[in-house]
């Protein structure tokens, strides 16, 4: 039999990411201050945002971006990241696809989002800045920029939606372990948040909500920066590290993937996995299949709608051309947090529009069923935001089933689930609902859309 388990050398962790925004055929549109509803340029963003990390948002001109040495040299804590054969998981299914996955779980964190805290953490100390805020939905992001900040020197103060922050008290600690400052969101402590417990004292929070308010610590505090783990381009261009290494990985185990799959948030662990791969299709015409997979309960890129709109609740972001279920629509509480987010993100969502990837969307019960399948048979409890991951890569396995194809499916496994293990208490007990919101509900949060000429669409 074949390796199971593909690992590379530290001398082959890559040296550079990939900026996609260099190679699209039709460049994402850009983002537009609310007010002139002119272009921003990377100086627009420099009161809140990180300067490099502003700049790399911006940067449509190098496809490869140097990691600084100081990133790579932490990025041996944990990289690179196994590539695994799921040969347990293709038994079980009884399919021909082979199936491989890109494990991220093993970071010190426990998922993909270290890759992006580190390199922002250490932009950060770089510029001199030596306080850092941002929001946290499940705590994944939350727990990664506390241990980057930590490293760099950097204090963290963090926002997490206040569902997540009351259902899972261990990625609270994990916080406050590494050192970081947590506020429940919305909270008192911020205009934005006071104005909507006002209105509503019992709001379960969105990451929207959570984003507001982190913006506004960092605008009313001095040397305080605004860091975001997920749709902004710099967050997909640092993850790129994963699909970098996954070629790599992929090439050394004989096989080039037929369908790329991975769960989608904001899009920061698929534009990591996919734009890599992705960038042979524009050259070389390569007929690779590349899936986003969301929730249903918050269904952006299967039913939301192309536009303009604020990144956050309160509207104190720049406008971001992408699809987006309007920023102050609340999905349910389901448990992978980290998908909870309204909109895509500007550059993947050009990509999708264009017809270069696929989206798909998969119920909450779904996806534990694969998760709890993955877990009986390679051994890994997955996050639960990564059981779409997996339950989209067996709604493939099970279609090359049907039509008798030998295809090979590659997702990301962008996390572990083992902070987690409340949620899969509540499906082994039948008490998990599923569900997607209705048309009504959908049409409310899109009517709130802030006004731009249709000409900047199109
Ligand atoms: C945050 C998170 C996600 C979703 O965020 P993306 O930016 O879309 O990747 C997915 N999986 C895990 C484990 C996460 O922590």
């Given amino acids: 039999m074949k390796q199971k388990k ?27 201050d609310p007010k002139s509803l002119r272009p921003i340029t990377a100086e627009d963003l420099y009161p809140i945002f990180v300067e490099e990390s502003a700049r790399q948002e911006l940067n449509q001109s190098d496809a490869w971006i140097a990691i600084p040495e100081e990133v790579r040299e932490k990025y041996r804590m944990y990289r690179s990241t196994p590539l695994v054969r799921a040969n347990e998981l293709e038994r079980a299914l009884d399919t021909p696809a082979h199936i491989y996955f890109k494990d991220e779980g093993g970071s010190p964190c426990g998922s993909h989002k270290l890759n992006s805290a580190l390199a922002q953490a250490y932009y950060a100390k770089e510029q001199g800045v030596t306080n850092v805020t941002t929001e946290t939905g499940a705590g994944q992001w939350g727990s990664a920029l506390s241990l980057a900040s930590r490293i760099f020197g950097l204090e963290c103060a963090i926002y997490q939606v206040r569902v997540s922050y009351e259902q899972k008290p261990s990625r609270r600690t994990m916080m406050q372990v590494y050192g970081a400052q ?45 860091l975001l783990g997920s749709v902004m381009n710099h967050v997909g261009l640092h993850q790129t590290v994963i699909g970098l290494e996954a070629e790599r990985q992929m090439a050394l185990a004989g096989e080039q993937p037929d369908v790329v799959i991975a769960c989608f948030g904001g899009g920061s662990n698929f534009s990591g996995m996919i734009f890599p791969f992705l960038r042979h299709t524009f050259c070389d015409d390569a007929t690779t299949r590349y899936i986003a997979v969301e929730p249903s309960s918050c269904p952006k890129l299967t039913r939301g709608r192309f536009a303009y709109d604020y990144g956050d609740e309160a509207g104190y972001t720049p406008l971001i051309p992408m699809y987006t279920l309007g920023h102050s629509f609340v999905p349910s509480a389901i448990h992978a947090g980290g998908l909870r987010y309204h909109g895509g993100g500007s550059a993947f969502s050009q990509l999708l529009r264009d017809g270069y990837i696929e989206a798909m969307d998969v119920d909450q019960i779904e996806s534990f069923r694969a998760g709890m399948l993955f877990a009986r048979t390679e051994g890994i409890i997955p996050a639960p935001e990564s059981c779409h991951a997996i339950a989209g890569a067996i709604r493939e396995a099970e279609r090359c089933k049907r039509e008798a194809k030998a295809e090979t499916i590659l997702f990301c496994l962008s996390g572990h689930g083992q902070l987690e293990i409340s949620a899969y208490e509540q499906f082994i007990r039948h008490t998990l609902t599923g569900g997607s919101p209705t048309d009504e509900e959908l049409r409310a949060g899109l009517s709130d859309l802030p006004e731009v000429p249709a000409c900047a669409i199109n």
């Fill in 182 to 226: 947590l506020t429940p969101s919305p909270s008192m402590s911020t205009r934005a948040g006071k104005d909507v417990l006002t209105r509503d004292p019992d709001n379960p929070g969105s990451l929207g909500m959570a984003i507001s308010e982190a913006i506004e610590l960092a605008r009313t505090t001095p040397n305080t920066k605004y």
């Fill in 6 to 32: 593909i690992i590379l050398p530290e001398s082959e962790i890559p040296t550079e990411w990939y900026n996609i925004q260099a190679e699209m055929p039709t460049k994402p549109l850009p983002m537009l």
